[in-house]
């Protein structure tokens, strides 16, 4: 059974960083890709950010300079380091993995990280 956990969310003002982590219960090398979504009241879930295991990235174009997806494979972790946050930032915020194989597809979520930007 798959496990991730996010951690890392909180209030922050406007303009703040907060780092997300989210710890896998195996080794991440067994995903074909990583990435994070965020869903704010109201809204649908959006990509924010993606990483394959060709260390390929993806961000949606709101985020693009001001956050940073990175993967630790010794400590089955990734990363999403926040900077220069606004307040249309405010989400709660997923991690993801997918595990690829012919014909099937497996995705996987964790609980979700509360972010909030707010002065």
């Known amino acids: 059974q798959v496990q991730l956990v996010e951690s890392g969310g909180g209030l922050v003002q406007p303009g703040g960083s907060l780092r997300l982590s989210c710890a896998a219960s195996?080794?991440?090398?067994?995903?074909?890709?990583m990435g994070w979504y965020r869903q704010a009241p109201g809204k649908q879930r959006e990509l924010v950010a993606h990483?394959?295991?060709?260390?390929?990235?993806k961000y949606t174009d709101s985020v693009k300079g001001r956050f940073t997806i990175s993967r630790d494979n010794t400590k089955n972790t990734v990363y999403l380091q926040m900077n220069s946050l606004k307040p249309e930032d405010t989400a709660v915020y997923y991690c993801?993995?997918?595990?690829?194989?012919?014909?099937?597809?497996?995705?996987?979520w964790g609980q979700g990280t509360q972010v909030t930007v707010s002065s």
């Open positions: 993801n993995a997918v595990a690829a194989f012919p014909g099937v597809e497996y995705d996987y």
């Open positions: 195996g080794s991440i090398l067994s995903f074909n890709a």
């Open positions: 990483i394959n295991n060709d260390s390929e990235l």
